[in-house]
């Protein structure tokens, strides 16, 4: 690099304004233009996701075959799962983690920005050719997200789509956490150790260590069923000597760490929260921190709880029996800091802490029902039923998509330099509270009464609750436009916000001008 | 459908009320209502013990769920600033981290005591008197009694199959038991110790009575093994739970528990019926209920010669059962499953290859192997059905005979 380059560089005088155009996002390596890119995008896909469960609730508004062919019901229910993990909730973590890592630890910008663009860009491309198999011969993968054979080998000339979707997927989870690991590990402003960084980064650096680990898990569970549809081998064909149980065993290493990706960032951002609003530092940090690091260590070795009905040896359930309900104990810390948290605080309801409180609770209601499904015994009757159905969105969308609310409602008058409509927003708020819970709760009760999950048809007998939920469900559907509206008029104008945007606020982020400049701390920032 | 709704929770009441009447007469078992909301207490010892469990977690769960609500909700409520609270600053104790960490244990080794017991005693399948074997297929089930030697699959019976179709000819909600009945139950004795052999012959499915206590996945190629001591005569119903496929919502299991006298009749009714059954072959094809090895039945006597109308007949009604659900009844097909009508292969001039296809499936795929499935009339029927329905006329028919010489 030579001065003059630098010099001239200079002179043009455009260090500081993004360059205009579609060419803006599409080459553009700046952290700030990737995590809204990011981030819309998991909007985008949370609706497409969102329209396929629309789907589903609206064909199990009553029995009988209503609106769709079973046979489509069941991609229906793959594809929602694939779209909602892939495309919603990990591109929306990844996206926020762009943002704000950055910000939060005091560097200019991210350690690896092309790998940022590149990263990113990989997801269109993977979303279009895993949407486009719901046009092609066969229809789109109908066995279900978890792809096990030999159900997913009857998959028609989709099938190597899937496969290849998956494996661009993993590209770009892999590349973005190699690029966040790297950030938070080289680039925190002077002064900022570990152990000073914000939950949110701290449980980033977990969440990327995670993903490192287990994607290429994914990728290689997937390219052996390719090669067993294609080139002959038998790594899950009985016939050929392989055993399609081996296939559950790879998937869930890789997919139960999966599920706590799909968490850990959440606790960051809750972490951040509660103390904002409750005016008051959060309670026990460093046991926080140790908490995030022992779900992480644990979640890999709890795999096999979600197959505890394949017929494994007894010693082998009682494992890993033992080591699930073993998470219920770092788990059950976090809970308790956030309550010491919020006690003798001074607390104000904004939008975020209202998702925030909101996600305490709910959360710990799938917590909860995850500790009942983790004694093997009765997870025999529980098992791939609606319980189990109740359970995980529990988990994840009154877990992991509050989170994400919270988040962009807290962040975005730093983002935009507007505040959002918070009257608005407090009815987007108890609209979908309310209507996830009449969607969710219910159907614990489905599946106690005996209702298998992924089923298009059911027993008369399940009627009543199954109208319920899809009720809640159309409400909950319906009420996340009204998110999107409440973003786009942010973005668009508003009550100018102030540097500080939260009185309770701290950290690095909040000294930055709102909204934040193009480039930020390219002097490292001085932490004490 | 409010209003139906309302009579149906006022049933649900009044059958509660009467639970001990209704298990009187044709012994179905009182806990399947509409807005049932908790797992059955079972008619086995597992199925109680893991109801108990289920119930102890249950209450374990909910004192912590009040603690911690309890807990969020006074704080946001006392600590208001509304109400003037102003904040504390303190941020750490480690007496209290302590205490969270090890009494949330303690509570946990109290639970695994008791599911550790239960799980040794749900694997123990030693000192068994009978063994069933059960075989998951697409979209169907098959019993073995391993020493009684009878064996039949056991399908959706035949009202919900007409109810579940789109603009149907009976509502879901006439049918009785609508997607939990099946043509042949498995039938077996109470206070036996009865062991499970699971396997299946195509893809995953999982065997499930929530009323005797588990759930078993089937895995192609493997034999898992579980085992029931049911204590009380009735009907008890479930459904496949592991995803299977297009039907996998349309499998259904029934296990109807005798006294021992009923059931050991209705072994001798099996055993005696097969022979019945072949002398009397011919009239009465497709009910092959504890017909034995159906594919070998007709495998006895020479093979008889149909007119077209009697296999189109045959034809038509095993396609139904069999084949609609995925090639369509009009001959469709839909998506994955390719259209039978105007195919090359079904109307080809030499109907061998579609008859392979039909008696050994293809592999790869979710076409079945029907041979072992129907017999030679059946098969015969529905081949000569697929090659003359819709605008298929190849105008020939295929006789049972060529069927057998097929095998």
């Known amino acids: 690099m030579s001065s003059t380059t630098h010099d001239t560089h200079h002179e043009h005088g455009d260090h500081h304004a993004p360059p205009y155009g579609i060419t803006r996002w599409l080459f553009t390596t700046n952290h700030k233009d990737l995590g809204v890119l990011y981030m819309s995008f998991a909007l985008l896909m949370f609706f497409v996701g969102g329209a396929m469960a629309m789907v589903i609730r609206a064909e199990l508004f009553q029995p009988g075959l209503n609106v769709v062919d079973p046979y489509f019901f069941n991609q229906m229910t793959t594809m929602h799962a694939l779209v909602m993990i892939f495309g919603a909730v990990m591109p929306g973590f990844t996206g926020l983690a762009n943002w704000l890592v950055p910000v939060q630890i005091g560097a200019p910008d991210m350690a690896l920005p092309r790998v940022n663009n590149w990263a990113f860009w990989l997801l269109p491309a993977g979303f279009v050719l895993l949407l486009a198999t719901l046009f092609m011969p066969g229809g789109g993968p109908a066995g279900g997200w978890t792809m096990y054979p030999p159900l997913v080998l009857q998959m028609g000339d989709a099938f190597p789509f899937l496969i290849f979707a998956v494996h661009i997927l993993g590209i770009s989870s892999i590349m973005g956490s190699i690029n966040i690991v790297a950030t938070i590990l080289n680039m925190r402003a002077p002064g900022m150790t570990l152990m000073k960084m914000p939950m949110f980064v701290w449980t980033w650096l977990i969440t990327g260590f995670l993903i490192i680990a287990v994607m290429p898990v994914l990728a290689g569970a997937v390219t052996m069923l390719l090669t067993d549809q294609y080139f002959g081998t038998s790594f899950f064909n009985t016939a050929g000597g392989g055993d399609p149980v081996m296939f559950q065993h790879v998937f869930w290493f890789f997919g139960h760490p999966e599920v706590y990706i799909l968490i850990l960032p959440a606790f960051g951002i809750v972490s951040a929260i509660i103390p904002t609003f409750a005016r008051k530092p959060l309670f026990g940090y460093s046991s926080m921190v140790y908490a995030v690091a022992a779900i992480a260590f644990l979640s890999f070795i709890v795999w096999a709880h979600h197959m505890f009905t394949v017929g494994m040896p007894l010693a082998g359930q009682l494992f890993f029996m033992f080591a699930t309900m073993l998470i219920a104990v770092p788990t059950g810390v976090k809970i308790f800091n956030w309550m010491a948290t919020l006690w003798r605080g001074s607390i104000t309801f904004e939008t975020p802490m209202l998702f925030a409180l909101a996600f305490v609770i709910l959360f710990t209601i799938g917590g909860l029902s995850g500790l009942m499904l983790a004694l093997a015994p009765v997870d025999l009757q529980y098992h791939d039923t609606y319980f189990v159905v109740a359970h995980f969105h529990y988990v994840l969308v009154t877990g992991a998509v509050f989170a994400i609310m919270a988040a962009v409602y807290y962040w975005l008058p730093k983002w935009t330099g507007h505040m959002y409509d918070e009257k608005l927003a407090q009815w987007h708020f108890w609209l979908s509270v309310i209507s996830v819970n009449v969607l969710f709760f219910p159907q614990h009760f489905l599946g106690l009464a005996g209702m298998p999950r992924r089923i298009p048809d059911y027993a008369v007998q399940f009627t009543e609750f199954n109208m319920i939920s899809s009720i809640g469900g159309f409400v909950f559907g319906f009420s996340q436009l009204l998110f999107l509206w409440l973003v786009i008029k942010c973005v668009r104008g508003g009550e100018k916000a102030s540097d500080q945007v939260w009185e309770g606020a701290q950290g690095l982020e909040w000294t930055l001008p709102s909204p934040a400049p193009y480039h930020s701390f390219e002097t490292p920032p001085v932490v004490k | ?407």
């Open chain 2, 1 to 407: 459908m409010i209003s139906k709704m309302l009579v149906r929770a006022l049933a649900a009441i009044g059958l509660l009320a009467s639970a001990a009447h209704a298990a009187a007469e044709p012994g179905e078992s009182g806990w399947r209502q509409p807005w049932g909301m908790n797992l059955p207490e079972g008619v086995t010892s597992l199925s109680q013990e893991t109801y108990d469990l289920h119930m102890l977690v249950f209450y374990i769960v909910c004192a912590i769920g009040a603690f911690v609500f309890i807990g969020i909700f006074y704080s946001v409520w006392r600590f208001r600033r509304s109400a003037g609270a102003r904040p504390a600053q303190f941020h750490h104790n480690t007496m209290v981290e302590i205490i969270w960490t090890v009494i949330p244990f303690l509570i946990l080794l109290g639970i695994a005591i008791p599911a550790t017991q239960s799980m040794i005693t749900m694997r123990d399948t030693t000192d068994h008197e009978m063994t069933v074997k059960v075989t998951g297929y697409q979209w169907l089930w098959e019993y073995e009694y391993m020493d009684e030697g009878i064996s039949f699959f056991s399908r959706l019976d035949e009202d919900s199959q007409r109810a579940r179709q789109r603009n149907p000819e009976v509502a879901p909600e006439e049918v009785d038991h609508y997607l939990l009945d099946v043509d042949n139950p498995l039938v077996v004795p109470v206070d036996t110790k009865i062991r499970f052999l699971l396997t299946s012959n195509d893809v995953i499915h999982s065997w499930w009575v929530p009323e005797l206590g588990w759930k078993q996945d089937t895995v192609p190629g493997f034999v898992n093994e579980a085992w029931a001591t049911i204590e009380e005569p009735g009907v008890y119903r479930g459904q496949c739970a592991e995803l299977c496929g297009r039907d996998h919502g349309f499998m259904p299991v029934v296990v109807v528990a005798m006294e021992q006298d009923d059931y050991e009749a209705w072994v001798d009714e099996q055993t005696g019926g097969e022979e019945s059954a072949q002398a009397a072959s011919g009239d009465e094809s497709g009910s092959e209920s504890g017909g034995g090895e159906s594919g070998e039945q007709a495998g006895g006597g020479e093979p008889e010669e149909l007119s077209q109308d009697q296999l189109m007949a045959q034809g038509e009604e095993v396609f139904g059962n069999q084949c609609a659900a995925c090639h369509q009844a009009d001959g469709q097909g839909m998506g994955n499953f390719p259209a039978l009508a105007g195919s090359s292969v079904v109307t080809a001039e030499d109907p061998q290859e579609v008859l392979d296809v039909v008696m050994n499936g293809v592999s790869g795929t979710a076409m079945q192997a029907f041979g072992d499935r129907l017999d030679d009339r059946e098969i015969a029927g529905v081949v000569t059905y697929i090659r003359n329905a819709w605008d298929n006329d190849t105008g020939d028919v295929v006789q049972p005979a060529a069927v057998q010489a097929a095998r």
